[in-house]
Structures are given as structure tokens and as C-alpha cells.
């Protein structure tokens, strides 16, 4: 069933969409433009009264019902036209602007998002939920999708611009994180020391860049990922992994939804496991796989046990933990919904995902998530064996064949198509702004 909005914000059914694309595409175009301006004529949303939040909510649900009616029957029709019949390869950031404009309602535009920035999470109209919508109809559709996920598996132009360099020294120094290259492995160290290692859009960018230089480079055959050294004063000169997403960037509405919230499943998390698609490579693979060591000390809440989850080994000392507590924070844990099961079966990934059961290295069980758990003093050494075992030659090829029998593309594309849209509402639910707020 199809909606349209009357002037007063109200809804009622709509002709149904004809399935022909230029009609379907003149009639959305002009409902959501009036929508848009029905939203605009309102307050801005903290000032907004009870009337006021009301009408704003009935007027984006009737659009958010045209866009997925439109999307529905469109989806590969509007990728096509985005990506010039799939010729083009965009990253999400790159497709969601496209689409604000050349699609002017169907998602937002530039100045829409522009007018958001520097609100709070709760000050803001919520136009990503929009991006999720779009981004949920692009990904369920199987040509657009399989493109957008291979798209997102190129290397960064920041990486390739930062490529030379690294291959002469051996060492790249980003803001959140810094790369060396030592005896064959690429070491990856986690420096956001201020906010406990704590993911943040600065966070996600340059660990997919350094993820691309450790796959780009043929010097290195391993990668290495471990969090450095505190400055939090209640860490400090303590090692910890990661605390998860940064709430208080969130709560300051400085978490991107593209770039973070769905751009790290997309990029760098999925690039430990699936490599780099490389279209100058020779026959027959496009890709660049190589295998990945997680290290932890201290603890991997949320977002660090998620990138656990997509690595080959995973070694800790003996008094760290791992725990995915979004159930509580209000939020979906990336893939780990999907991955979890796998790992620990679907009782116990139920306790740890809806419970917020935390699990300790040195507990019966641990080897679930920890293939190794030994004293903090004696980790170097364990890196060291474990790099060296990595190293084998027919590791790569073994790895790819058991990613891809755990977690076939189809079933990523289908679950990273639902998330976009279910992260998208939950960052912008009542319950998680409150939670924010306190």
C-alpha cells in the first residue's frame, strides 16, 4: 500500500504506483518534495510542540512509506542510473550524496545534512533514517547489492595515496591508529588512547586505511591488530583493545551513519575477512586476502568484540574480557548477529547479544571467542608464534574457503540489507536518546 501526505501533515492512501519507472519517478518526486516543505515549515525539532512533533512524525512516516513503496519496485533502476548502469563504483558516502541528488526526496540532500551538523543526536530531524531506507532497498536488491559490497571492497584513495610511502618505511601514523611493518606481519595499533581506544568516525577511517595498506603491501603476509597504550587516566600505560562506539560522540551527534554506523561493516570489517577486490589484478582473483591476529588486552566491549569476530586468531591475556552490551546501550552490534551464533551457538549468543553476558578469558568456555589465553607478560611471545603460523603459505587459501562456508555473501548482503535500515531507526529511537541524554 501506497501514502501521500495532505497539507496538514495527515496520510491517506495514495494511487498505487504504476511500476513505470519515469511515472513512479515524476509522482514520488513531487509528493516527497511537498513533504520535505511541510517539514521545513515546522520548528526545528527541539523546539517543536506536542502538535508540532506529531504532525513532523505523521508527514515522515507517510514519505518514509512512499520512498520504500518507490524503492520496492526501483531499486535497481535508481543504483543503475547512480553508478552509470553499474560502471561507476561508489562508496556509500559517494552513492548517498548522488542520490540526494539526482533524486531530490528519495534521500536526503547535502544542505539537509549540512543543516543537522553540529546538532545534538536528539536535535536532529533524522534524515539517516532515510539513508537507511535507501541503502535497505539497494542492498536486498542482488545485482545492486553484490555491486555496492564489491564496490566497498576497493581500496580507499587515501590508502593507495598513502601506499608509497609505507612500502619505503615500513610505517603509516594516523590520528586513531598507527601501521608497522615487522619481519612480514603488519602490525596495526590502536591509538585512540584518550576514550580507552573508543570507535568513532575518525576511528573507522583509518583503520579501513591501514586494513588497505597491510593488503596492499606484499611485503607484509600477516596483519596484526592490538591496542596500544592508554592516556584515560584510568588506564594509563595499560594496553586495553577497544571500549566500542564512542557514546558521548553519539550523544553529540557526531556518529555518521554512513560512514560509521554502516560504512565500518561494509569497509573495514568486511576487508579482514573478504580482502581487496583488485580490478588491475591478474587472473584468476581479484581479490587480496590475507590472514588477520586479534590481540587483546584488557577488554573488547561492543564494537572491538565485532572485529573479533572477523578474525582468524584471536589471542588475550589472561585478565581480559569480551562483551557486546548494545541490547543495553539500544543499539544492533554490527554483524555480530549474525557472526555470534556461529561462535558460541544461539543460547549462549543470546545471553551475551540480550543479556549483556560478558565473558572472561580465564572462564571454562572462553576458547569460543579466545583461541589463546595466556599471562599479559607472555603475549609478545604468543604474537610472535602466532604470526609465524599465520605466515604458512596455504593459510590464505584455507581462510577464504572457511569464510566462505561460514558466511556466503548472499547471507551478508541479506542481513547488512535489514541492518541498514533497523541501526538507522535505533540510533534515532526514543529509548537510545534518553539513555544518551542521562
Known sequence: MT????????????????????????????????????????????????????????????????????????????????????????????????????????????????????????????????????????????????????????????????????????????????????????FVTITNGHCLNAEDNQYVTDLETLVDLVLLDPQVRVGVLRGGFMTHPRYAGRRVFSAGINLKELRAGNISFVDFLLG???????????????????????????????VVDGFAIGGGAQILLACDRVLAAGDAYFSLPAAQEGIVPGVANLRLTRFLGARQARRVVLWGRRIEAGEPGASLVFDEVVAPDALDAAVAESVARLAEPAVVANRAMLNLADEPAEELRAYLAEFALRQALRAYSPDVLAKLHR
Request: glycine fraction near 10%; aromatic fraction near 6%.
Open 3 to 186: 501514502s501521500s501526505m495532505t497539507a496538514g501533515g495527515g496520510q491517506f492512501p495514495a494511487p498505487p504506483f504504476t511500476g513505470v519507472y519515469d511515472t513512479d519517478r515524476e509522482l514520488a518526486t513531487a509528493r516527497l518534495r511537498n513533504a520535505t516543505e511541510q517539514l521545513a515549515a515546522l520548528p526545528p525539532r527541539p523546539r517543536r510542540s506536542p502538535a508540532d512533533t506529531t504532525r513532523a512524525q505523521r508527514t515522515h512516516d507517510a514519505a518514509r512509506q512512499m520512498r520504500t513503496d518507490f524503492l520496492n519496485l526501483h531499486a535497481g533502476r535508481v543504483y543503475d542510473t547512480l553508478t552509470a548502469g553499474r560502471t561507476a563504483h561508489l562508496r556509500l558516502a559517494e552513492l548517498a550524496h548522488a542520490a540526494g541528488r539526482d533524486f531530490p526526496g528519495l534521500a536526503p540532500s547535502a544542505r539537509q545534512l549540512a543543516d543537522e551538523a553540529g546538532r545534538t543526536q536528539a536535535g536532529k530531524e533524522g534524515w539517516e533514517i532515510d539513508q537507511g531506507i535507501l541503502f535497505r532497498a539497494l542492498l536486498r536488491a542482488p545485482g545492486p547489492g553484490t555491486h555496492l559490497m564489491e564496490s566497498m571492497l576497493r581500496p580507499t584513495p587515501r590508502a593507495l595515496e598513502l601506499l608509497p610511502g609505507f612500502r619505503d618505511t615500513g610505517e603509516a601514523v594516523l590520528k586513531a591508529a598507527r601501521l608497522e611493518r615487522r619481519r612480514g606481519a603488519g
Open 264 to 294: 565500518r561493516e561494509l569497509g573495514f570489517i568486511s576487508k579482514l575477512m573478504r580482502g581487496l577486490l583488485r580490478p588491475d589484478a591478474p587472473w584468476p582473483g581479484t581479490e587480496v586476502q590475507k590472514p588477520w591476529l586479534g
